[in-house]
């Protein structure tokens, strides 16, 4: 093992990915049907895949999972990979970055007691700055994801 490095993180041998999938959609605060429906398919198929009755085999179904249920498509399939620790710990990062994307959701969906705290920000800018985050996110670089978010994300 490299400095740096951690141990690879591995996975039960007797865990599918339907009792991943399971995991996953309890701990996104999912229904069944709710899952099923964001990724277009039906509750029984939820069911069956949880069960291991049905292989969840095709990636773009394996990845609108694990986008819809918020979690790594890496984990999700089982894989073992290591962590890089040159980056930091992202651990301290991920509740702000969940507690700031579930208040600019309600903000969005005009939930009462909460508004905007300044104008409107450019589209463009915004965009950027989005873009920005998720690839930082997608490469598990939490801390440059929170640094990358609108001031008013941050907690």
């Known amino acids: 093992m490299q400095t740096g490095e951690v ?20 701990a996104a605060g999912l229904t069944q049907a709710e899952m099923a429906g964001l990724v277009g398919r039906s509750e029984r ?9 049905l292989s969840l085999d095709r990636y773009s179904l394996i990845t609108a999972v694990a986008t819809v249920c918020e979690v790594d498509v ?10 890089r620790r040159e980056q930091g710990s ?7 970055l969940r507690a700031a994307l579930r208040r600019s959701s309600l903000i969005l969906s005009g939930h009462p007691g ?12 915004v965009r950027d700055q989005a873009a920005a985050t998720n690839r930082h996110r997608q490469g598990a670089n939490f801390p440059r994801s929170q640094a990358s978010c609108p001031p008013c994300w941050r907690t």
């Open 90 to 96: 992202a651990v301290p990062h991920v509740p702000a």
């Open 114 to 125: 909460l508004v905007p705290s300044g104008p409107a920000a450019d589209v463009q800018r």
């Open 7 to 26: 141990p690879l993180m591995t996975h039960p041998p007797d865990t599918g990915i339907g009792a991943r999938v399971r995991v996953a959609r309890i």
């Open 45 to 53: 198929w939820a069911e069956d895949v949880e069960a291991g009755r």
């Open 74 to 83: 890496v984990w999700l399939l089982g894989q073992p990979y290591r962590l």
